[in-house]
């Protein structure tokens, strides 16, 4: 395909990525060099925290005191290990000496670096957060569960196996190195069987390919119902990972669920972006993306309002079309019918542990990285989600695959969480300066196509979801749209995580949400207010929704519209989710 012949929106001075090449193009080859030795992260701003840090417990006596007083007393403390909720050390076995004692010290250790780097005087917040964390990945690496002769449950399957699952063990440590130092053109099958293959094992869901052009392909999925509601649904997913995490396989895909209750489903998927198309940007993303699928969506339900959805990134994207929309600016590109925002932050003012990675020291190496790659790889993007949580993505799973021998089943979720994407080095410079960094969106700040954008223009209703356990979008920092719109907001917050709590299908077992009557003129309720006065409902959260769209429509049921309005360019998936 010729990128070239993808025409950019001209960058506005909102826009501009922060880097500029002009005169310090030795500057940036540098500390690209660096970031690839440090994985992006910045051995400067991690020396400024800790160096923040040090320095004030050196002038804080009465917090060194107490510190030794914790010491003296874990000295003293006996008794069996308070492991709380840490799953490392449920098994009865660590409840026997000696490993009850190498679960104390480990838990006692974890007691004092965390009262150490917590509530320092004077200890700027960022810095104080990036210490801690550290510190806890640092403990995390040796903890008695990760080697052989201080974890019971090893040694226990080693005696039972007859040293079989160290045998296991051994061979999937050479098999996972063979794979990582194979050259790139050479595939070295998975242990475990093949991955899931999109359109044969996941996103199955029978449609077509109804539009495309340099950076999306737009897919209208085949009715399965006589008639259908009039308004189109059109989804936006992410473009980090590849959309079919919204269509896995036939049990747990969105896609087919709302196509089965009579919806007319469209669904944006995104190129796999390489280095010649490192200066597209935000505004591309959202002129050829959004615009461009929402124009195919008013033409396809003639001219019917549109119940947009938007997921994770995908999200942010969409609220700032809305925005656009609502205000007037863009009031051609089609209506709106609803708004639906999963797992979508909008404010990112409190972005959870990702904030870790950002301040103006990280992004610079981060951008230097980038400027040298043309983009950002899915894998070293992967790599900061693993160390956001090396307790069970990294450590945990080593200790289970390479000193018991066992190797996890692959299954439709993980296979899609490994098929990752690139991001253009324009794009998500901006998207890190502009919206994490300096919360431009939420504080008004934010251009788009030349424009300000401001969300208290959306009048659209919206339903937002957000999940209990996500670290990746916090439901607390979801619920932050109700400060920034005065739109009608109904708020559902379902259990799971960033992607278990969105794939949440109706029979899944342990799934629930908490949702009540969005009430405006109650006023402003806090997220804690809200989940004190919320009802807790068993089951998927989609029924819900799916009642809430046919709400907010006409309710006019009618003969599915034809097949791309006759222009049918190729079956689904398409080619651009195939795209490595």
Same mark, same amino acid.
């Given at each position: ?62 917090? %060194? ?20 909720? @840490?799953?490392?050390? @449920? ?54 569960? +990760? ?104 049990? +747990? ?21 390489? %280095? ?56 051609? %590109? ?35 990285? =980038? ?55 324009? =794009? ?153």
């Amino acid at each position: 395909m010729n990128t070239a012949q993808l025409k950019l929106v001209p960058a506005t001075a909102a826009s501009t990525p922060p880097v500029r090449e002009d005169g310090n193009a030795l500057d940036l080859y540098l500390q690209s060099q660096v970031a690839r030795l440090t994985g992006g992260v910045s051995p400067i701003a991690m020396s400024l925290a800790f160096q923040d840090w040090w320095q004030h417990l050196a002038v804080s006596p009465g917090k %060194r005191s107490e510190l030794a007083a914790q010491c003296l007393g874990a000295l003293a403390a006996t008794g069996a290990p308070a492991t709380g909720e @840490d799953k490392r050390f @449920d098994n009865f076995a660590w409840r026997q000496w000696p490993f009850s004692q190498y679960v104390n010290s480990f838990k006692q250790a974890e007691q004092f670096w965390r009262a150490a780097t917590t509530g320092v005087r004077g200890v700027a917040p960022h810095h104080a957060q990036v210490v801690a964390f550290t510190a806890r990945q640092l403990l995390d690496m040796y903890s008695p569960s +990760n080697f052989l002769w201080t974890n019971p449950e090893v040694l226990q399957a080693a005696a039972a196996s007859g040293g079989r699952s160290l045998i296991d063990g051994a061979l999937n440590w050479r098999r996972d190195l063979c794979r990582h130092l194979a050259p790139p053109d050479m595939a070295v099958p998975e242990p475990t069987g093949p991955s899931y293959v999109p359109g044969q094992d996941v996103a199955v869901t029978p449609g077509h390919v109804i539009f495309s052009n340099e950076l999306i392909e737009l897919i209208q999925y085949t009715p399965q119902t006589e008639q259908v509601y009039r308004e189109p649904v059109l989804i936006v997913p992410s473009w980090i990972m590849k959309y079919y995490i919204l269509d896995l396989s036939p049990h +747990n895909s969105l896609v087919r669920y709302l196509v089965q209750q009579g919806h007319t489903v469209l669904m944006l998927s995104w190129r796999n972006p390489d %280095r010649h198309d490192r200066d597209m940007g935000m505004d591309d993303y959202l002129q050829h993306g959004v615009f461009a699928a929402l124009e195919q969506a008013d033409q396809l339900g003639g001219g019917a309002p549109v119940h947009a959805v938007g997921y994770c990134l995908g999200g942010t994207l969409l609220a700032i079309a809305a925005a656009a929309i609502d205000s007037g600016e863009h009031s051609q %590109r089609g209506k709106l019918a609803s708004i639906s925002l999963l797992a979508a932050q909008t404010d990112f003012s409190e972005p959870g542990e990702l904030g870790l990675f950002i301040d103006d020291s990280e992004l610079a190496f981060l951008d230097a990285l =980038m400027w040298d790659q043309g983009y950002l790889d899915g894998d070293q993007m992967a790599a900061s989600f693993q160390l956001l949580h090396a307790r069970d993505l990294v450590w945990s799973r080593m200790m289970r695959e390479y000193l018991m021998g066992e190797r996890t089943a692959p299954n439709d979720l993980m296979s899609w969480n490994a098929d990752s994407t690139r991001l253009p080095f324009r =794009m998500h410079s901006e998207y890190l300066h502009g919206l994490f960094l300096h919360n431009d969106l939420a504080e008004g700040r934010y251009l788009a196509q030349g424009k300000p954008i401001a969300l208290s223009d959306i009048r659209t209703p919206m339903f937002v979801v957000g999940t209990e356990r996500d670290h990746v979008s916090p439901w607390r920092s979801v619920y932050k749209i109700h400060l920034l719109s005065g739109a009608a907001i109904d708020f559902v917050l379902a259990s799971g995580g960033h992607n278990a709590g969105i794939v949440s299908e109706p029979g899944h077992a342990n799934r629930s949400y908490r949702s009540h009557p969005a009430n405006t003129a109650a006023g402003y309720s806090s997220p804690d207010e809200w989940l004190n006065s919320a009802e807790r409902t068993e089951g998927s959260w989609w029924p819900h929704w799916q009642q809430w769209l046919v709400r907010h429509a006409s309710r006019q049921r009618e003969a599915p519209p034809a097949m791309g309005l006759g222009r049918v360019l190729g079956p689904a998936p398409g080619s651009f989710v195939l795209q490595h």
